[in-house]
Structures are given as C-alpha cells and as structure tokens.
C-alpha cells in the first residue's frame, strides 16, 4: 500500500482498479465485486476505470461526514 502523501494522481482523469484499491484500501478484487454490485459506478471498457466524481460519491456515502476532517479549524 503506497503512504498517502505518496499518491501521484491526476485528480482530473479515471482511475484503474489498482488505483482505486490503494485509495480506498481494499484489495483488488473487493473493487471488483464494488463495480459488480454497482456499488461504484465504472466505464465498463477495457481497461475498467472510474471517473473523480464516481469515487468520490462512493466515498461519501461510506463516510458521508468524513469533509469534516478537512475543514480548516476555527479560531476564536
């Protein structure tokens, strides 16, 4: 698993399964069984890839109050 101060992504194209599985930290296969059970919506191509925003809503929905943890802290 690549550290997340290592990720080198271009936040504005698709992502491959492997890419996929080392952002959110499940192996492979369990991206696919994901897509299977369109729980991440995917070009359904070759290679099989999902786009930012797709991601991101999967992500959200896990966790739907995780941009808590990127809000800049209140000084009072």
Known sequence: MI???NFNYNWN????ISEISEIIGVE???VYRLI???KINASLGTP???SKKQLQN???KK???APV???VDKQY
Do not use: D, G
Request: charged share 25%; proline share 8%.
């Open 58 to 60: 999967y992500v959200l």
């Open 69 to 71: 943890l990127w809000e």
């Open 28 to 30: 492979r296969s369990a």
């Open 13 to 16: 194209k698709y992502f491959t």
């Open 3 to 5: 550290p997340a101060n």
């Open 36 to 38: 299977k059970n369109n």
């Open 48 to 50: 099989i890839k999902v």
């Open 63 to 65: 966790a739907p109050k």
